[in-house]
């Protein structure tokens, strides 16, 4: 058993801005845009161009660090990240080195066990999206040569840095759900349009951290850290030293590749960008982009509390997933919300026992609500609706079908003593006084009906005709 | 003197192959420039500010509007090293 | 304009000075305007007189060009330079050597050595481009004996100019006259969305009276022959009635290591874009990894001093050494500008030779050592470092050779400086 694990996420997210970082090169559908039609001299690094600072970018960040609970800098500046490889348009990045938009953040992480984890955001960084290669004959390191398109340079990316608090890919991949959600509900970030990558960092028992670059979503991330925690335990066992290198995921040969070793560590030898200026953020500037903040998780909480009167463990259950707390927001519109509330805690609890978010569900709103009226009046069991549940997260189209299962049924006397005259047995031994046989009655009724008589019922319908 | 390690250390990362006798000559020179340029040290800095740019400029941005990109013919106009639509390069490791 | 006699005669001078990289075949336009080769012209050949851009055809012109060809400009050629601006005589140049028209034997300065020539020789043009990032527009002018005006940093927009370094880089003017200095420098300011460092400030209003400071500095270890002919035309200004007192800016000495650390900085990142990817000098680039690819193409495609700035500039801002070299020359930078800000308190412009020689023999360069060459721009690079307006203009003749004078103003004080520059030119 692997030991003392520590992740730390560097997740680059591409911005939702109408243009690019330093350029005014459209962003419209931009990952669908045919091959170098999205450039100019100034995001291919013509000589003579220089970058031209995009406002809405700082607009976006300032957000991105409000809603991550961060400080953000009164003041700012860019740097010169200087490295050469084929990806760079200038052979050096653009980047936020000594003063970063914003820092000291955090977001909190629950398991579906409900055990909460506060992961700390070191720093959010404003940076520029290098060029896109193709490893032409081979992957990274075997390619002939590669095809470059620079329709992705100079996008802007929030860089969101953690602290090395994450301990499990699962973890990783709760985190790196929650934090998607939440920028997509800020609407900085589209998911499936723009991209989402990190770099991701892994050390296991004390050892050196190895940094596996570029992986890109929230599944892969899952993947390469288990592979990492994997490959490094096995180099412990084999009594060999992890040493501190840069990887790179490979997602179709499902491999991580060494790309340099620390010694060759770059450089990078920083230095102000003379051709961008300071950037002071006001505090004028700070509430006008706070203004714009949507609810956000803590608010929510402390809101649907004192509105709806539920209680803190379920306000907390339904505002901690933004995606939870927007369907619970469109079920309340039609239905009470302490009610529902009890029926989304349990929907909650029913998707994370079986992987899934709400999103990748096609579960509606108009679905659910339909279940709970059902529940409501009493046309299907309580357990029959919890069963209904766990069919309709999977196949929701297959909803009036599911529920011809589970509806309460008029035949409920008829069931019952179908049960007393198979069970005779235990029927002679709660006779007996055997309160236990009830039990057991009970349950068989329940089964025969296919969970379409409830508890009370069987019950009271046993002890009536057993009297 | 600088040690000999350094200059082509520096060559390395700033990808330029140097022969021996450039090596030398630049062991030479740069040890030269280089020990010339300490005089700063006697400068007293403590309480000054560096000087990024000749006077403060601050807040530069621009709007987000979009502005026409290049046509794919002028974005590859000056690449000798292209394939069909993409300029082309070497392997990236 | 006789365009075919403009154009004949850039033929016949570049054959006997080596003024042009590129001379315009299909040039046509009001007047002639040769344009150094590290600013962008469409279409045309720009090579910031490198190898590693044989082959470069912006697709866009710099501003200041958009700006001149709106008012009729025709480019006649591009100017022969060091090559990216890295040099004080342009004799680092990848492609031809200028030559002095004065003293062929001799440089013409540098980096703008083909524009100065240019307009020292040719009969139809009056004013040429040239750039300035230590005093390379100064310089040649001083040499070829022609006017060079270096405006404040940020008054023209650097959007087109290929960088040597960001925070120095100024275009400016080399001209037969202070007026036509002028008229130039009118046509290309002005700011300019896409340069975020150009400015809005609008030149204020000529001084009535003018004082002139004469920093002490600048008159040290300077050819006493030059020292001579600059205070005599000092001399006539205070006669016709300019007062003239003596001023000291004392961090002089550190000028030349803080200029040189800071552009080099600067330069080293602005030269990683070379690298046989996108534009300029290429290779096949199959079956080789980048670093062997991009060493390839680098070390074929920059000069020797080219490498030797790279190479310090990326010492100069390595980790371990950033502190006592980036980040301090920045500090004495900031007393560097102190000092004029200092000056300018007691007084309007400061008079200094351009120089502190005259345009040596090419024989005479190739004995001196890099740090030798270095230390030839004292007098211009702590003016640069401030970007202060700077201009240069002949002031008689040592050996036969022309020298120049500079004028310094405080920012955007172009006109006091103008207004200085053509009393003197009035003394012939």
Same mark, same amino acid.
């Given at each position: ?89 200038k052979n050096f990045q653009i980047t936020q080195y000594e003063i970063p938009i914003a820092k000291k953040g955090k977001l909190e992480i629950t398991d579906r066990n409900g055990k909460r984890k506060e992961i700390n955001i070191e720093r959010i960084n404003i940076e520029e999206d290098p060029a896109k290669l193709h490893h032409v004959d081979g992957d990274i390191s075997s390619a002939k040569y590669t095809l470059i398109n620079y329709n992705r340079s100079g996008i802007p990316l929030c860089e969101i840095v953690t602290s090395p608090d994450l301990s499990t890919p699962k973890e990783a991949r709760i985190f ?190 108009e679905i659910f609500l339909k279940l709970l009226d059902l529940v409501k009046s009493e046309k299907v069991t309580k357990s029959g609706a919890e069963m209904i549940l766990r069919d309709i997260i999977h196949s929701p189209e297959k909803f009036e079908d599911i529920i011809k299962n589970y509806s309460i049924i008029d035949n409920a006397e008829q069931i019952v003593s179908d049960v007393i005259s198979e069970e005779s047995k235990a029927v002679s031994e709660y006779i007996s006084g055997n309160q236990k046989a009830l039990q057991f009655l009970m349950g068989q009724v329940i089964k025969k009906s296919n969970r ?16 | ?93 | ?107 013409? !300065?540098? +980096?703008? %050595? *083909? =524009?100065?020539?240019?307009? &020292? /020789? ?7 481009? !040239?750039? +300035?990032? %230590? *005093? =390379?527009?100064?310089?040649? &002018? /001083? ?13 023209? =927009? ?271």
């Open positions: 058993m692997v030991k003392n694990i520590k992740i730390g996420l560097e997740t680059h997210v591409q911005l939702n801005t109408n243009t690019k970082l330093f350029c005014s090169c459209s962003m419209k559908n931009i990952s669908e845009a045919p091959e170098n039609t999205r450039c100019c001299p100034i995001c291919l690094g013509m000589p003579g161009s220089k970058p031209s600072l995009n406002k809405a970018v700082l607009d976006l960040a300032i957000k991105i660090g409000l809603a991550l609970d961060c400080k953000i800098s009164p003041e700012t500046f860019f740097s010169r990240k200087t490295y050469l490889y084929p990806d760079m348009s790196l759900k929650k934090l998607s959600s939440i920028l997509e509900y800020l609407k900085v970030f589209i998911p499936g349009e723009l991209s989402m990558k990190s770099d991701v960092n892994v050390s296991i028992e004390g050892g050196e951290r190895i940094e596996v670059k570029n992986v890109t979503g929230i599944i892969e991330v899952e993947k390469v850290i288990d592979c990492e925690i994997f490959r490094q335990g096995c180099l412990l066992d084999d009594k060999k030293k992890i040493e501190r290198e840069t990887r790179a995921w490979l997602p179709e040969s499902k491999t991580i590749v060494l790309l340099r070793k620390k010694e060759s560590e770059e450089d990078y030898g920083y230095i102000f960008e003379p051709d961008l200026t300071k950037i002071e953020v006001s505090k004028e500037w700070i509430q006008k982009i706070q203004k714009t903040l949507p609810e956000l998780a803590h608010q929510k909480i402390e809101r649907y509390q004192k509105q709806y009167g539920i209680s803190q463990e379920l306000a907390f259950s339904m505002a901690s997933d933004l995606d939870i707390a927007i369907f619970y927001e469109k079920c309340i519109i039609k239905q009470d919300p302490k009610f529902a509330a009890t029926w989304i805690d349990l929907l909650k609890k029913t998707l994370y026992y079986n992987d899934l978010s709400i999103k990748e569900t096609k579960l509606t709103t379409r008589i409830d508890a009370i019922t069987a019950k009271s319908m046993l002890e009536k005709k057993l009297k | 003197m600088l040690e000999k390690d350094l200059i082509k250390k520096l060559a390395k990362i700033s990808r330029l192959n140097l022969t021996e006798p450039e090596s030398k000559k630049f062991e030479k020179d740069i040890g030269q420039i280089l020990e010339s340029f300490k005089i700063i040290e006697k400068v007293d800095t403590k309480k000054i500010e560096p000087s990024f740019q000749p006077f403060e400029i601050k807040n530069i941005t621009r709007e987000d509007s979009v502005e026409k990109s290049l046509i794919l013919e002028d974005a590859l106009k000056n690449a000798e090293q292209r394939e069909k639509n993409f300029f082309k390069g070497p392997r990236s490791v | 304009m006789n365009t075919k006699k403009v154009l004949e005669e850039a033929k016949e001078l570049d054959k006997k000075y080596n003024i042009f990289i590129t001379i315009n075949e299909n040039f046509d336009g009001k007047f002639p305007l040769a344009v150094k080769d590290n600013i962008c012209t469409k279409d045309i050949l720009t090579t910031a007189g490198s190898k590693i851009l044989h082959n470069y055809y912006p697709v866009f012109d710099a501003t200041a060009i958009e700006k001149l060809k709106k008012r009729g400009a025709g480019i006649i050629g591009k100017t022969v330079m060091d090559e990216f601006g890295f040099g004080t005589f342009s004799t680092n140049c990848a492609y031809k050597i200028p030559k002095n028209p004065h003293d062929p034997k001799r440089c013409c !300065g540098g +980096s703008s %050595g *083909g =524009s100065a020539a240019y307009i &020292a /020789a040719s009969k139809y043009a009056e004013f040429a481009i !040239g750039q +300035s990032t %230590g *005093g =390379s527009i100064t310089c040649p &002018a /001083a040499f070829c004996g022609v006017v060079g005006l270096t405006p404040t940093y940020g008054l023209v =927009s650097r959007y087109g100019l290929i960088d040597y370094a960001n925070s120095l880089d100024k275009i400016g003017v080399l001209a037969k006259s202070v007026e036509k200095a002028s008229s130039c420098l009118q046509m290309i300011i002005g700011h300019d969305s896409k340069d975020s460092t150009s400015v809005k400030k609008k030149q204020g209003i000529q001084k009535k009276k003018i004082t002139i400071g004469i920093p002490k500095e600048y008159f040290a270890n300077v050819d006493k022959r030059i020292v001579v002919q600059v205070m005599k035309y000092v001399k006539k200004l205070e006669k016709d009635g300019f007062k003239v007192k003596k001023i000291s800016l004392p961090h002089t000495k550190y000028a030349v290591p803080a200029y040189y650390i800071i552009a080099l900085s600067e330069a080293s990142t602005n030269l990683a874009k070379f690298c046989g990817l996108r534009y300029g000098l290429s290779y096949s680039s199959e079956e080789k990894g980048f670093n062997e690819y991009f060493s390839e193409v680098r070390t074929a495609g920059f000069g020797e001093e080219a490498k030797r700035r790279i190479i310090l500039g990326t010492y100069v801002r390595m980790a371990g050494y950033r502190d006592q070299y980036y980040l301090k020359a920045l500090k004495v930078r900031t007393l560097i500008i102190r000092d004029f800000k200092e000056a300018f308190k007691k007084v309007d412009v400061l008079i200094a030779p351009s120089m502190p020689m005259i345009a040596p023999k090419f024989s005479e360069i190739e004995k001196l050592t890099s740090l030798q060459q270095y230390t030839s721009d004292i007098l211009t690079v702590a003016p640069n470092l401030a970007g202060i307006p700077q201009l240069s203009i002949p002031c008689g003749f040592v050996d036969k050779m022309p020298i120049g004078m500079q004028i310094l103003g405080d920012y955007f004080r172009e006109d006091d400086i103008i207004a200085v520059g053509k009393q003197v030119e009035k003394y012939g």
